[in-house]
Protein backbone atom coordinates (compact mmCIF):
# COMPACT_ATOMS: atom_id res chain seq x y z
CA UNK A 1 0.00 0.00 0.00
CA UNK A 2 1.19 3.10 -1.06
CA UNK A 3 1.42 5.44 2.20
CA UNK A 4 -0.17 9.01 1.85
CA UNK A 5 -0.87 11.97 4.03
CA UNK A 6 -2.81 14.96 3.40
CA UNK A 7 -6.23 16.82 4.11
CA UNK A 8 -9.91 15.17 3.41
CA UNK A 9 -12.48 17.39 2.34
CA UNK A 10 -12.62 20.09 5.31
CA UNK A 11 -15.41 22.20 5.17
CA UNK A 12 -17.49 24.37 7.36
CA UNK A 13 -16.35 23.52 11.16
CA UNK A 14 -14.77 20.43 10.71
CA UNK A 15 -11.32 19.78 9.86
CA UNK A 16 -10.58 16.16 7.65
CA UNK A 17 -6.95 14.26 7.87
CA UNK A 18 -6.76 11.05 6.34
CA UNK A 19 -3.23 9.10 6.36
CA UNK A 20 -2.54 5.72 4.36
CA UNK A 21 -0.48 2.87 6.48
CA UNK A 22 1.52 -0.59 5.74
CA UNK A 23 0.17 -2.00 8.15
CA UNK A 24 -3.13 -4.11 9.53
CA UNK A 25 -6.02 -2.04 10.54
CA UNK A 26 -5.84 -3.72 14.58
CA UNK A 27 -2.07 -2.24 15.06
CA UNK A 28 -3.13 1.11 13.24
CA UNK A 29 -5.83 1.37 15.74
CA UNK A 30 -3.52 -0.09 18.64
CA UNK A 31 -1.59 3.17 18.12
CA UNK A 32 -4.37 5.19 19.46
CA UNK A 33 -5.38 2.55 22.28
CA UNK A 34 -2.61 1.38 24.16
CA UNK A 35 -0.22 3.46 26.13
CA UNK A 36 2.78 1.87 25.37
CA UNK A 37 2.11 2.99 21.79
CA UNK A 38 0.85 6.48 22.46
CA UNK A 39 4.10 7.25 24.24
CA UNK A 40 6.12 6.83 21.39
CA UNK A 41 4.01 8.42 18.91
CA UNK A 42 1.68 10.99 20.26
CA UNK A 43 2.70 14.80 19.79
CA UNK A 44 4.61 16.92 17.46
CA UNK A 45 8.39 16.49 16.00
CA UNK A 46 10.57 16.62 19.13
CA UNK A 47 7.26 16.73 21.91
CA UNK A 48 7.37 13.37 24.16
CA UNK A 49 4.23 11.81 25.79
CA UNK A 50 3.47 10.71 29.09
CA UNK A 51 -0.07 8.60 28.89
CA UNK A 52 -1.44 9.40 32.47
CA UNK A 53 -4.54 7.63 32.32
CA UNK A 54 -6.18 5.79 29.32
CA UNK A 55 -9.41 4.42 29.62
CA UNK A 56 -10.34 2.66 26.16
CA UNK A 57 -13.94 2.87 26.83
CA UNK A 58 -17.30 4.57 26.36
CA UNK A 59 -17.09 6.92 28.98
CA UNK A 60 -13.52 6.43 30.05
CA UNK A 61 -11.02 8.98 30.48
CA UNK A 62 -7.85 9.73 28.59
CA UNK A 63 -5.04 12.02 30.15
CA UNK A 64 -1.77 12.80 28.60
CA UNK A 65 1.02 15.20 29.43
CA UNK A 66 2.90 16.53 26.54
CA UNK A 67 6.27 17.88 26.73
CA UNK A 68 7.85 20.78 24.25
CA UNK A 69 11.37 20.44 22.94
CA UNK A 70 11.75 23.59 25.46
CA UNK A 71 10.46 21.67 28.42
CA UNK A 72 6.85 23.32 28.73
CA UNK A 73 4.47 20.78 30.09
CA UNK A 74 0.68 21.31 28.02
CA UNK A 75 -2.01 18.93 29.90
CA UNK A 76 -3.93 17.16 27.25
CA UNK A 77 -7.52 15.52 27.90
CA UNK A 78 -10.63 14.05 27.07
CA UNK A 79 -13.20 11.21 27.15
CA UNK A 80 -13.79 8.43 24.52
CA UNK A 81 -17.60 8.62 23.35
CA UNK A 82 -17.25 5.73 21.52
CA UNK A 83 -15.26 2.64 21.59
CA UNK A 84 -15.24 -0.01 17.75
CA UNK A 85 -12.23 -2.03 17.78
CA UNK A 86 -10.71 -1.51 15.21
CA UNK A 87 -12.89 0.39 13.20
CA UNK A 88 -13.54 3.60 14.83
CA UNK A 89 -13.28 5.73 17.71
CA UNK A 90 -14.83 8.92 18.80
CA UNK A 91 -13.64 11.06 21.48
CA UNK A 92 -13.48 14.90 23.18
CA UNK A 93 -10.63 17.28 23.77
CA UNK A 94 -10.77 19.09 26.19
CA UNK A 95 -7.28 20.24 26.22
CA UNK A 96 -7.57 23.86 24.99
CA UNK A 97 -9.43 24.71 27.88
CA UNK A 98 -6.24 23.84 30.19
CA UNK A 99 -4.31 26.37 27.86
CA UNK A 100 -6.77 28.93 28.50
CA UNK A 101 -7.91 29.02 24.89
CA UNK A 102 -11.80 28.93 24.04
CA UNK A 103 -12.46 26.11 21.75
CA UNK A 104 -16.07 25.01 22.95
CA UNK A 105 -16.60 21.60 22.34
CA UNK A 106 -14.14 19.81 20.16
CA UNK A 107 -15.00 15.96 18.69
CA UNK A 108 -12.69 14.03 17.32
CA UNK A 109 -13.91 11.15 15.29
CA UNK A 110 -10.84 8.33 13.85
CA UNK A 111 -11.74 5.80 11.61
CA UNK A 112 -9.83 2.90 10.54
CA UNK A 113 -10.23 1.08 6.94
CA UNK A 114 -8.53 -1.66 5.64
CA UNK A 115 -7.21 -0.88 2.13
CA UNK A 116 -4.92 -2.72 -0.29
CA UNK A 117 -3.15 -4.72 2.90
CA UNK A 118 -2.99 -1.82 4.90
CA UNK A 119 -5.17 0.99 6.65
CA UNK A 120 -6.61 4.12 5.67
CA UNK A 121 -6.82 5.98 8.70
CA UNK A 122 -9.39 9.30 9.02
CA UNK A 123 -9.45 11.75 11.51
CA UNK A 124 -12.54 14.44 11.65
CA UNK A 125 -12.39 17.16 14.18
CA UNK A 126 -15.65 18.70 14.68
CA UNK A 127 -15.73 22.04 16.34
CA UNK A 128 -18.50 24.10 17.52
CA UNK A 129 -18.34 26.70 14.92
CA UNK A 130 -16.15 28.25 11.81
CA UNK A 131 -13.93 30.92 13.94
CA UNK A 132 -13.08 27.97 15.97
CA UNK A 133 -12.25 25.68 13.52
CA UNK A 134 -9.97 28.67 11.90
CA UNK A 135 -8.60 29.12 15.73
CA UNK A 136 -7.59 25.56 15.41
CA UNK A 137 -5.69 25.31 12.06
CA UNK A 138 -3.87 28.83 13.09
CA UNK A 139 -2.90 27.46 16.35
CA UNK A 140 -0.79 24.54 14.58
CA UNK A 141 -3.58 21.99 15.28
CA UNK A 142 -2.97 20.12 11.73
CA UNK A 143 0.19 20.53 11.23
CA UNK A 144 0.85 18.67 14.79
CA UNK A 145 -1.10 15.77 13.63
CA UNK A 146 0.54 15.62 10.42
CA UNK A 147 4.03 15.36 12.96
CA UNK A 148 2.67 13.10 15.11
CA UNK A 149 1.06 10.67 12.91
CA UNK A 150 4.66 10.76 10.40
CA UNK A 151 5.96 9.39 14.27
CA UNK A 152 3.12 6.97 14.01
CA UNK A 153 4.19 5.21 10.47
CA UNK A 154 7.46 5.59 12.05
CA UNK A 155 6.40 3.18 14.81
CA UNK A 156 4.41 1.11 13.18
CA UNK A 157 7.33 0.49 10.22
CA UNK A 158 9.34 -0.59 13.81
CA UNK A 159 6.35 -2.99 14.40
CA UNK A 160 6.53 -4.69 11.55
CA UNK A 161 9.85 -5.21 10.92
CA UNK A 162 9.46 -7.14 14.55
CA UNK A 163 6.92 -9.73 13.17
Do not use: Q
Not at 99 to 111: A, F, K, P, W
Not at 140 to 147: A, C, F, I, S
Amino acid sequence: MEKSEGMGPSEGNRIVIERAFDAPRDMVFACWTDPAHLEKWYGPKGFSTVVDECEARAGGAWRFTLTTPGGKSLPMRGVFEEVDPPRRLVLTDKSAEDMGMDMGRVLMTIDFDSVDGGTKMTLTIILDDVERKNMYERSGGVMGWNMAFDKMAELLEREGDKS
